[in-house]
């Protein structure tokens, strides 16, 4: 994605602001604004801050799409140079052919359901295109992955981001879940990391990172540790000034040894759950009286971020817990 300076403002601030920077020949209309942590983000012709967006569609692809197809889908996502359409799309008599070149793509693919097994893997088929092999850039990252064999969330954006921003430099981190290197590599490229401990059980998932890491050039900085972590996490005892537990709908599976894998001094723990909406902050206070009772520490809860509507009042909600 093309990078621009940025100008940071208040949410609630921002369409005042665009239209003032606008009117004062500063803003950079070629570029989305986008939400950055607590703020907006607006793409300007100078500044300090310098950040990625995504360009400004300024021939509309939805009207392409209604000079191809008789009733053209509202919504898709891109990876890469890959449209996804969602689950039920029926393409059988669409000329995937045009219907690709409308949308400056390569590839056209339909969602299908994440497998519930314990390697959550992707079931995304492809419909238009030699193979699933993507590179797909965000927040100064590039991720490489067959997206017909590994999932990719792009409602995880603004975590993939977050993580990216925190300070983390000169950290050892284990991520218990680490999958192609949604978090992994966010803390190598951006928050420069000392090191990465990553234990991933499905090798689909592996290969992908491994990709990943020597892309973006940060291949000596990341441990792979293949199977169940279950297994794998007992050897990374007392080394880790943070630990990040990745998955969805639970990660309770793995909270003891987490526990375990951070330092004497204790560290931060980012737990990733799917609670109803109604219910976060009593599960907040329990998941933190139970990392208190179980660690022998002091537990304290830093922030709690809301990630995505996962289902019908169900949030994918994340946990920054502070261990001392």
Same mark, same amino acid.
């Given at each position: 994605?093309?990078?621009?300076?940025? #100008?940071?403002?208040?949410?609630?601030?921002?369409?005042?602001?665009?239209?003032?920077?606008?009117?004062?020949?500063?803003?950079?209309?070629?570029?989305?604004?986008?939400?950055?942590?607590?703020?907006?983000?607006?793409?300007?012709?100078?500044?300090?801050?310098?950040?990625?967006?995504?360009?400004?569609?300024?021939?509309?692809?939805?009207?392409?799409?209604?000079?191809?197809?008789?009733?053209?889908?509202?919504?898709?996502?891109?990876?890469?140079?890959?449209?996804?359409?969602?689950?039920?799309?029926?393409?059988?008599?669409?000329?995937?052919?045009?219907?690709?070149?409308?949308?400056?793509?390569?590839?056209?693919?339909?969602?299908?359901?994440?497998?519930?097994?314990?390697?959550?893997?992707?079931?995304?088929?492809?419909?238009?295109?030699?193979?699933?092999?993507?590179?797909?850039?965000?927040?100064?990252?590039?991720?490489?992955?067959?997206?017909?064999?590994?999932?990719?969330?792009?409602?995880?954006?603004?975590?993939?981001?977050?993580?990216?921003?925190?300070?983390?430099?000169?950290?050892?981190?284990?991520?218990?879940?680490?999958?192609?290197?949604?978090?992994?590599?966010?803390?190598?490229?951006?928050?420069?990391?000392?090191?990465?401990?990553?234990?991933?059980?499905?090798?689909?998932?592996? #290969?992908?990172?491994?990709?990943?890491?020597?892309?973006?050039?940060?291949?000596?900085?990341?441990?792979?540790?293949?199977?169940?972590?279950?297994?794998?996490?007992?050897?990374?005892?007392?080394?880790?000034?943070?630990?990040?537990?990745?998955?969805?709908?639970?990660?309770?599976?793995?909270?003891?040894?987490?526990?375990?894998?951070?330092?004497?001094?204790?560290?931060?723990?980012?737990?990733?759950?799917?609670?109803?909406?109604?219910?976060?902050?009593?599960?907040?206070?329990?998941?933190?009286?139970? #990392?208190?009772?179980?660690?022998?520490?002091?537990?304290?809860?830093?922030?709690?971020?809301?990630?995505?509507?996962?289902?019908?009042?169900?949030?994918?909600?994340?946990?920054?817990?502070?261990?001392?």
């Amino acid at each position: 994605m093309p990078t621009s300076y940025a #100008f940071l403002c208040a949410r609630d601030e921002a369409s005042k602001e665009y239209d003032r920077l606008k009117h004062e020949g500063l803003l950079n209309s070629d570029l989305k604004p986008m939400p950055y942590g607590e703020h907006i983000a607006i793409p300007v012709k100078v500044g300090e801050l310098e950040l990625e967006f995504q360009t400004v569609e300024r021939n509309n692809p939805h009207d392409a799409l209604k000079e191809i197809l008789p009733n053209p889908p509202k919504k898709w996502e891109r990876l890469g140079d890959m449209v996804i359409f969602q689950q039920g799309t029926d393409t059988t008599n669409w000329p995937l052919a045009k219907v690709a070149a409308a949308l400056n793509c390569n590839r056209v693919a339909i969602q299908n359901e994440i497998d519930s097994d314990i390697t959550r893997k992707s079931q995304l088929e492809l419909v238009h295109g030699k193979d699933g092999w993507v590179v797909h850039r965000e927040n100064f990252v590039d991720y490489e992955f067959d997206a017909t064999q590994v999932m990719f969330s792009s409602g995880n954006v603004t975590e993939r981001r977050r993580m990216g921003e925190l300070q983390t430099k000169g950290e050892i981190i284990v991520d218990a879940f680490c999958g192609i290197g949604y978090y992994t590599l966010q803390f190598l490229v951006r928050g420069e990391a000392e090191h990465v401990h990553a234990c991933e059980i499905n090798p689909e998932s592996i #290969f992908a990172l491994k990709k990943g890491l020597e892309r973006n050039g940060v291949s000596e900085k990341c441990t792979i540790y293949p199977g169940d972590n279950r297994r794998t996490m007992k050897g990374l005892q007392g080394i880790a000034d943070r630990v990040i537990l990745g998955l969805i709908p639970s990660s309770m599976n793995a909270w003891g040894l987490a526990i375990r894998c951070l330092k004497k001094s204790g560290g931060m723990l980012h737990i990733h759950m799917n609670v109803h909406e109604n219910e976060i902050e009593e599960w907040v206070e329990k998941t933190t009286e139970w #990392f208190a009772t179980a660690s022998g520490k002091t537990a304290t809860a830093s922030h709690v971020e809301t990630v995505k509507k996962y289902s019908p009042h169900i949030m994918h909600v994340v946990l920054d817990l502070r261990i001392d």
